[in-house]
């Protein structure tokens, strides 16, 4: 059984679960081996509060990763509520034994048409799928491996990374074995340089708490850098090749960077096709705007004439991202540019799905920012 270096025996569970089934035959994947047999998955220091939020940081071999574990509920997006554990029962169930390739081919498109809209390119993304899927390289996708890919491209996170896998700002998939998958460690796991335990954050004012991150930050070069970096992954999102995706928690604690300061992912499992999220907040029973909310950026508006929620989220992922960089940018700005970063990161924040030409504004403004940080940076040592 792999080793976990972390107490707890919750937390130690889903790896005793993914060895069952892959002894068993019912899941396969590259990791699985390491995981269950040669134990050269090793799991370290636990980044997970609730049983339903498995996520280590890990060994695999002689190469740091994540290793993360259902994350999500599978079956559907859960508004205002706790993630609900997963439902064993169902997980592994499809495809069924005889399913052919071609039969799991169509299963697969129609699970993207229904996830990402109704895209010219979607069999390309299909096939993209079946590559990952094939673990061993042997050019067949066996059932095991199969069931696995099934699991998986239920959860956000797993295939914005299959998506975005040559994209700078994503961090790579190494492997997987069931619902469970290991992707690139990241050096630095937040924004800010100070990371606490999490019964300490329960007691700290959200204001001090505020105060003291930007205490602990990198030199002002470095913080624009990562910037760019994250305005980059929002043009990477949106109108990428498979349609838009909502960044639905855009907080410091979701972003990281490695050594040479480039932005680098950490959490995406709210980041979620725009398509998908239309579907399933429309028509949702509402008595405010309140009721119309993903994650904590999403938001829609109430219909009060209806009392149900609207479709069309309110902020777009860049004004959301402003938002975040704005004290982290404008604290220690060098003074010749303070006024007009100022400036433009409030017209950044001002920005709304609704406005008209919006989509030609977002491009200006995005394109403006990175411009102003580039030529500020582009000669110091720190860039």
């Not at 100070?194 to 602990?216: A, H, K, N, T, Y």
């Not at 604690?253 to 490695?258: E, P, Q, S």
């Not at 509402?286 to 149900?308: A, F, H, I, N, P």
């Amino acid at each position: 059984m792999a080793r976990s270096l972390c107490p707890g025996a919750w937390l130690r569970k889903p790896c005793y679960l993914q060895c069952d089934k892959y002894k068993t035959g019912v899941i396969d994947g590259p990791a699985c081996n390491s995981l269950c047999v040669t134990e050269t998955l090793y799991f370290g220091k636990c980044l997970s509060t609730k049983p339903n939020n498995q996520m280590y940081l890990g060994i695999w071999g002689n190469l740091p990763g994540v290793v993360k574990c259902q994350m999500e509920q599978a079956l559907h997006l859960d508004f205002g509520t706790e993630l609900e554990p997963r439902k064993e029962i169902v997980l592994f169930d499809k495809p069924t034994r005889g399913t052919t390739v071609q039969k799991f081919k169509e299963m697969v498109y129609s699970l993207f048409k229904a996830k990402l809209g109704d895209q010219g390119n979607l069999s390309e993304l299909v096939n993209l799928i079946l590559t990952v899927a094939d673990g061993d390289k042997d050019g067949q996708v066996s059932l095991g491996e199969a069931k696995s890919a099934w699991a998986l491209l239920q959860l956000n996170e797993f295939l914005l990374m299959v998506i975005l896998q040559d994209k700078e700002h994503t961090p790579k998939l190494m492997g997987f074995c069931g619902d469970l998958y290991v992707m690139e460690s990241v050096e630095y796991t937040s924004l800010y340089g100070i990371s606490l335990p999490w019964v300490i954050e329960l007691f700290i004012p959200s204001g001090f708490r505020r105060s003291m991150d930007q205490l602990f930050t990198p030199s002002w070069p470095r913080k624009a850098k990562i910037a760019i970096g994250l305005l980059e992954f929002v043009e990477d999102v949106f109108h990428g090749p498979y349609g838009n995706f909502l960044m639905c928690d855009i907080s410091a604690k979701n972003l990281g960077y490695n050594d040479k300061y480039d932005l680098k992912m950490v959490d995406m499992r709210k980041i979620v096709p725009e398509t998908n999220l239309k579907e399933l907040i429309k028509d949702r029973h509402c008595e405010s705007d309140l009721d119309c909310v993903y994650g904590t950026d999403c938001r829609t508006s109430c219909d009060q004439s209806t009392m149900k929620c609207t479709s069309e989220v309110i902020q777009p992922n860049l004004a959301k991202a402003c938002q975040l960089l704005k004290d982290y940018l404008l604290r220690g700005a060098p003074s010749e540019i303070r006024e007009e970063l100022e400036k433009q990161l409030y017209s950044c924040i001002a920005l709304k799905v609704t406005a008209n030409q919006m989509e030609m504004e977002h491009s200006l403004i995005l394109n403006n920012l990175k411009t102003l940080l580039w030529k500020k940076i582009s000669y110091t040592n720190d860039s």
